[in-house]
């Protein structure tokens, strides 16, 4: 029987291979520094938070929100009974009544000008001067031929007076008296024409004086002395523009036509004030003058003229300014501030304070309003007193707290007072 042959273990290469985590690994404070600190800012974050939005919130303002279960803060104002003025606005553009292009009437030249630009003239008002010796020649060539027919006409008659006699003492016929009668004619109507020479060399003479046609402010001269002119240069010497008195053309739509028409039939004097750009500064006041005799279809708007002293001349030619037409005057409406109306899905309306410290809606009607104030038609009476400040916390219902006005400073200024802004027409 075989003897089974002993074993010899097979020498293994060493394995380099990472060994595998032993569960009882050695302790590394590193990882749990790291995630204690993560956990501390995740708990501060949320502590942080919950406290910002659980926190009671404190009014951020005099009118800003309220506290839970708080009373609203407000500033209450009163309906007043007033006047107010019913206007229409309109945007205008300044208009001169009159400009005249001064032009020559003949051809020359210019020897003398005797006006400086932007000064103000007069009609008749000496501007410029032609050379005029070319128009005092044709004058005196045309009195000349005056003369000469004149003394003609003379010697025809006389000479016909004489063949009259001849005639009647039978020394002459018939026929010789005739021509000479019509020669006498002949002269007459050549002594006509040398009369109408005579006026016309005057008259062109006297257009060597070029005067200004109206009275107005004078633009910017086209022309220096020296310079040949004809009358048909299209520039002329110079712009002549009325601006005492001016006007102002100005449209509105003419849904607002019978409101102007009835006031005028009514004998009224429309009173009309032109304001600046800005609305800041009242530049004149004036009359409405006239209105267009058609609407433009186009726009659906009709234009009017209204006609201002402009004494300070405030107001220049094509300038735009905004107009307030005053059609009408309500002696006692009911009056508050426009900054009080809220307009909703149904309408307009306000916070109406009642005795027991809480607002409810009150839905009003709107009239024309003038600055900042606002009539009201429907809704409220003189004496209710409605929210004009702290209403966007409020509803129907809620309870306010009133806040007083602060007392005015004895030592400040008064304020400047500016006119009232104007209205519109009354719905």
Do not use: C
């Not at 032993?22 to 501060?44: E, K, M, N, Q, Y």
């Not at 009647?168 to 020479?197: F, W």
């Not at 005053?326 to 149904?346: H, Y």
């Amino acid at each position: 029987m075989m003897q089974p042959e002993s074993y010899v273990p097979r020498m293994s290469s060493p394995d380099t291979s990472v060994p595998a985590a032993h569960p009882h690994a050695p302790f590394r404070p590193g990882v749990w520094i790291v995630g204690i600190l993560l956990l501390g800012i995740a708990t501060g974050g949320y502590w942080y938070w919950n406290r910002g939005t659980t926190a009671p919130r404190e009014g951020r303002g005099r009118f800003g929100p309220a506290g839970i279960n708080q009373a609203v803060p407000v500033r209450i104002v009163p309906v007043r009974q007033e006047p107010i003025e019913v206007q229409i606005f309109a945007l205008g553009t300044v208009t001169p009544l009159q400009t005249v292009t001064v032009r020559s009437r003949i051809d020359g030249e210019l020897v003398r000008v005797l006006f400086t630009e932007g000064q103000h003239v007069a009609a008749g008002q000496l501007l410029a001067e032609i050379d005029p010796r070319p128009a005092q020649a044709a004058l005196t060539q045309a009195e000349g031929s005056l003369v000469e027919n004149q003394a003609r006409l003379r010697n025809a008659q006389s000479d016909l007076e004489r063949f009259q006699k001849l005639l009647s003492e039978g020394l002459i016929t018939k026929q010789q008296v005739t021509t000479q009668e019509a020669l006498v004619d002949q002269y007459r109507g050549a002594l006509q024409a040398n009369e109408a020479q005579v006026s016309n060399a005057k008259v062109q003479l006297g257009y060597t004086r070029i005067l200004a046609p109206i009275g107005g402010r004078l633009g910017l001269r086209q022309v220096d002395s020296g310079n040949l002119i004809r009358s048909g240069d299209a520039n002329g010497l110079v712009v002549i523009t009325m601006m005492r008195p001016i006007s102002v053309l100005f449209t509105v739509p003419e849904t607002d036509l019978p409101t102007v028409l009835e006031a005028s039939r009514r004998g009224r004097r429309l009173r009309v004030q032109a304001w600046d750009r800005a609305e800041t500064h009242q530049l004149a006041e004036g009359e409405l003058r006239t209105v267009d005799n058609q609407i433009d279809t186009t726009t659906g708007t009709i234009k009017l003229r209204a006609e201002f002293a402009n004494e300070d001349e405030e107001l220049f030619p094509n300038q735009f300014v905004n107009i307030r037409l005053r059609v009408d005057s309500l002696p006692n409406a009911a009056v508050i501030p426009s900054a009080a109306v809220q307009r909703g899905s149904f309408g307009t309306f306000v916070y109406l304070l009642k005795d027991d410290k809480s607002v409810t809606i009150r839905r009003v009607g709107l009239g024309p309003t003038q600055g900042s104030r606002i009539a009201i038609t429907t809704g409220l009476k003189p004496g209710d007193r409605v929210v004009l400040e702290g209403t966007d916390q409020l509803k129907e219902g809620a309870k306010v707290d009133v806040i007083p006005d602060a007392p005015a400073d004895a030592s400040a200024p008064a304020p400047e007072h500016r006119p009232t802004t104007g209205g519109v027409r009354a719905r």
